[in-house]
């Protein structure tokens, strides 16, 4: 047996079968964007820890900064004894991520925290029940985050679930556009939600409207510009809060340091996490004073939110992120997987879409070019390949076929090239061996030349 096929074993007879495992990968160091296994091989990091990573794994000026704040305070509890991280932190923020004239910031300890904590403020500030949140949304796993979290695959099992929450479509033009211009399908998709406070909850009775500007787990389908300007406009005219879960898409992973940025439409509540700890846990809610001052003393917060060497760290990697201009390297790495995937699509039917934002970006594998075909088993196929030969890449999706791209943004060139290539290979190579034809060629596409062509 192995040294990973050992450790696999050990997690195995201790750990719950309900936690995730979607990669037999294990680590035991990281550095920049590469990952060692527990027998020395080094792993390309294309998942970088489900988007967490984006300043690069154990960064000297990160690391240097947790060890400092570890040898002075560890913990008080932020509600017993202010702190200055905590203090600095949430001024960061405040400056980075505006809301209003004045913002105002709660630190948590994960973006499932920083969720439940939005609704319960905006649950407040209106004195109403109803939360609408939409289709292939996730927002988290506990008690409301899976209630608003819509694959139900993570929740089987599990509810009763939180009441007074109401889905609607995620306006998906590729899935749902009904050969509709986008104009019109935002039009279309704005007034069936005007008509959900008539056939859904009356519009008096909504707190909040809860979105993910791009979604993550839900494959990296990118909410229509003029759709999110429509639902500002109705949550002004109805007095609804609107929140916005950055939690994947925050902090340099779509060339800014929110997605919202790129749509200019600016969200009462925001959630994050992730990227923002450096790979230590914290998450925030970012808002309008007025919005966040609607919570009662004693109703948010936690007994560990804003731990001072999570502070610490959130710190630093904002500071690295600066320094190194990770959004526009964000913005040239989008670019280059773009062009990549898309020369991929012309020579494979299998890659149903490429999509994305920034760095944030994906391909979907379908069955023949059909978007109602998902081909999961592929992408999981795919995914198992790339391991093999030393690239860690993760699935999304309602039916985990989109191969998505959350790579450290300090990545090199040469690595990016290195790992892209074989995720490229593998997806020519095994959707050949589905389907007996080389690729799947589309109709019309110029054949590979031989030097192009992949072996087997």
């Given at each position: 047996?192995?040294?990973?096929?050992?450790l696999l074993a050990r997690r195995a007879a201790v750990v719950p079968h309900g936690i995730p495992r979607v990669t037999t990968a294990t680590a035991v160091r990281g550095r920049g964007a590469v990952i060692t296994d527990a027998e020395g091989n080094e792993l390309l990091d294309f998942a970088g820890g489900i988007g967490v990573m984006n300043a690069g794994h154990c960064q000297k000026t990160v690391v240097e900064a947790i060890t400092r704040q570890a040898g002075e305070l560890l913990h008080t509890c932020f509600h017993v004894a202010t702190y200055e991280p905590y203090v600095e932190l949430a001024e960061k923020l405040a400056h980075l991520l505006p809301h209003g004239d004045h913002t105002?910031?709660?630190?948590?300890?994960?973006?499932?925290?920083?969720?439940?904590?939005?609704?319960?403020?905006?649950?407040?500030?209106?004195?109403?029940?109803?939360?609408?949140?939409?289709?292939?949304?996730?927002?988290?796993?506990?008690?409301?985050?899976?209630?608003?979290?819509?694959?139900?695959?993570?929740?089987?099992?599990?509810?009763?679930?939180?009441?007074?929450?109401?889905?609607?479509?995620?306006?998906?033009?590729?899935?749902?556009?009904?050969?509709?211009?986008?104009?019109?399908?935002?039009?279309?998709?704005?007034?069936?939600?005007?008509?959900?406070?008539?056939?859904?909850?009356?519009?008096?009775?909504?707190?909040?409207?809860?979105?993910?500007?791009?979604?993550?787990?839900?494959?990296?389908?990118?909410?229509?510009?003029?759709?999110?300007?429509?639902?500002?406009?109705?949550?002004?005219?109805?007095?609804?809060?609107?929140?916005?879960?950055?939690?994947?898409?925050?902090?340099?992973?779509?060339?800014?340091?929110?997605?919202?940025?790129?749509?200019?439409?600016?969200?009462?509540?925001?959630?994050?996490?992730?990227?923002?700890?450096?790979?230590?846990?914290?998450?925030?809610?970012?808002?309008?004073?007025?919005?966040?001052?609607?919570?009662?003393?004693?109703?948010?917060?936690?007994?560990?939110?804003?731990?001072?060497?999570?502070?610490?760290?959130?710190?630093?990697?904002?500071?690295?992120?600066?320094?190194?201009?990770?959004?526009?390297?964000?913005?040239?790495?989008?670019?280059?997987?773009?062009?990549?995937?898309?020369?991929?699509?012309?020579?494979?039917?299998?890659?149903?879409?490429?999509?994305?934002?920034?760095?944030?970006?994906?391909?979907?594998?379908?069955?023949?070019?059909?978007?109602?075909?998902?081909?999961?088993?592929?992408?999981?196929?795919?995914?198992?390949?790339?391991?093999?030969?030393?690239?860690?890449?993760?699935?999304?999706?309602?039916?985990?076929?989109?191969?998505?791209?959350?790579?450290?943004?300090?990545?090199?060139?040469?690595?990016?090239?290195?790992?892209?290539?074989?995720?490229?290979?593998?997806?020519?190579?095994?959707?050949?061996?589905?389907?007996?034809?080389?690729?799947?060629?589309?109709?019309?596409?110029?054949?590979?030349?031989?030097?192009?062509?992949?072996?087997?």
């Amino acid at each position: 047996m192995t040294d990973n096929e050992k450790l696999l074993a050990r997690r195995a007879a201790v750990v719950p079968h309900g936690i995730p495992r979607v990669t037999t990968a294990t680590a035991v160091r990281g550095r920049g964007a590469v990952i060692t296994d527990a027998e020395g091989n080094e792993l390309l990091d294309f998942a970088g820890g489900i988007g967490v990573m984006n300043a690069g794994h154990c960064q000297k000026t990160v690391v240097e900064a947790i060890t400092r704040q570890a040898g002075e305070l560890l913990h008080t509890c932020f509600h017993v004894a202010t702190y200055e991280p905590y203090v600095e932190l949430a001024e960061k923020l405040a400056h980075l991520l505006p809301h209003g004239d004045h913002t105002k910031v709660l630190l948590v300890n994960s973006g499932a925290e920083a969720v439940e904590n939005a609704v319960k403020i905006a649950r407040q500030a209106t004195g109403r029940p109803g939360v609408i949140c939409f289709s292939e949304g996730f927002h988290g796993r506990t008690l409301m985050g899976m209630s608003l979290t819509s694959k139900v695959t993570y929740k089987k099992g599990c509810g009763p679930f939180a009441p007074e929450i109401y889905r609607v479509p995620f306006p998906n033009h590729r899935l749902r556009g009904d050969g509709l211009e986008m104009e019109a399908f935002v039009e279309r998709e704005l007034a069936r939600l005007r008509e959900s406070f008539s056939t859904l909850v009356a519009s008096q009775d909504v707190a909040a409207i809860i979105i993910e500007p791009v979604q993550g787990e839900g494959g990296f389908v990118q909410t229509p510009p003029g759709y999110l300007q429509g639902l500002r406009e109705i949550c002004d005219e109805e007095g609804i809060v609107l929140i916005f879960d950055e939690v994947q898409t925050g902090f340099c992973r779509t060339g800014q340091w929110s997605a919202y940025e790129h749509f200019g439409v600016l969200p009462d509540l925001s959630t994050w996490a992730k990227s923002m700890g450096g790979g230590l846990p914290i998450g925030a809610v970012v808002g309008r004073a007025e919005v966040m001052d609607g919570a009662q003393p004693g109703t948010i917060g936690g007994t560990y939110g804003g731990n001072p060497v999570a502070c610490a760290s959130a710190l630093a990697t904002i500071q690295l992120m600066e320094e190194l201009d990770l959004n526009s390297r964000a913005t040239r790495i989008g670019e280059t997987i773009r062009r990549r995937f898309e020369a991929l699509a012309e020579r494979s039917s299998a890659v149903g879409e490429v999509r994305g934002l920034g760095a944030m970006m994906a391909m979907e594998l379908v069955e023949e070019g059909d978007p109602h075909r998902p081909a999961g088993a592929l992408a999981r196929e795919v995914t198992e390949a790339c391991l093999e030969e030393g690239v860690l890449v993760i699935t999304a999706g309602t039916d985990g076929n989109v191969i998505r791209i959350l790579s450290p943004l300090v990545i090199t060139d040469e690595e990016l090239d290195r790992g892209l290539s074989v995720i490229e290979d593998a997806v020519l190579r095994l959707s050949e061996a589905r389907h007996g034809t080389h690729a799947g060629n589309r109709p019309g596409a110029v054949e590979a030349s031989p030097e192009e062509q992949v072996p087997g």
